[in-house]
């Protein structure tokens, strides 16, 4: 029989990426000739990845941004990010504690991220977390990537859950729309890299602090679902 899965979307969810998708960006922009952002524009232009990042930036400061150009800087942007992993990226609080309780409840857990799996895996590895993960699926383990459903529901094939006792956790639209295609029920943490706040997306619940990601939250969501 198949376990019950939780699966966590990566930065903004699990990891606070934060600071060093920052320090990526501003060794970028400062490649390109143009001024470095603050953490708080960062969170205007964070969600999509550094090839969004940079053109956000750009606009921002109305700057012209050539193809080549962007290439150039996304590819600088990547290798200082590989680079420095894990840097100051560090789980939000509570995260360790809700995992060990999944984990002791006989959970299967696992990662859902359009982070390249590489980048992924050297993060997780990097914060001693591998070993909590039945499944650490990127952007590049198959064909698609969230918000297409196959990439959440192929994790939770890889993994070995049980995807009618499934539960996602995220903290974008792009979470929230991915498991609402695969009929997953999903809660969304208020505190990750959105420029719209959570509840605009509807997700099933809501959560400020992973203390709050219960036992009998995700029951009673699975519960719901299956009804």
């Known amino acids: 029989m198949r376990k019950p899965i939780i699966v966590f979307d990566l930065d903004g969810t699990l990891i606070d990426t934060a600071p060093d998708l ?9 490649a390109g000739g143009i001024a470095h952002t603050d953490a708080a524009g960062f969170h205007q232009y964070v969600g999509h990845g550094g090839r969004v990042m940079i053109e956000r930036a750009y606009a921002a400061q109305q700057k012209m941004l050539a193809v080549e150009e962007h290439d150039r800087l996304l590819a600088l942007f990547l290798d200082h990010y590989g680079a420095n992993i894990p840097g100051k990226s560090r789980p939000y609080p509570g995260v360790p504690a809700a995992l060990d309780r999944f984990e002791s409840a006989g959970f299967n857990l696992a990662i859902c991220t359009n982070k390249t799996e590489a980048f992924s895996r050297k993060l997780i590895g990097a914060l001693g977390m591998t070993h909590h993960f039945a499944a650490i699926c990127g952007a590049d383990t198959f064909a698609f990537r ?3 459903p196959r990439h959440l529901l192929e994790t939770i094939a890889k993994a070995g859950g049980d995807p009618d006792r499934a539960v996602m956790v995220g903290d974008s639209r792009t979470d929230i ?8 029920p999903v809660v969304a943490v208020d505190f990750g890299y959105t420029d719209r706040h959570v509840r605009e997306f509807e997700p099933s619940v809501i959560i400020s602090h992973f203390d709050e990601l219960t036992l009998d939250l995700t029951g009673r969501l699975i519960e719901t679902a299956n009804a």
Do not use: F, V, Y
Not at 22 to 28: A, G, K, Q
Not at 177 to 184: E, F
């Open 22 to 30: 920052l320090d990526s960006l501003n060794h970028s922009l400062g």
């Open 146 to 148: 969230k918000p297409d």
């Open 177 to 184: 729309d991915t498991a609402k295609a695969a009929g997953i």
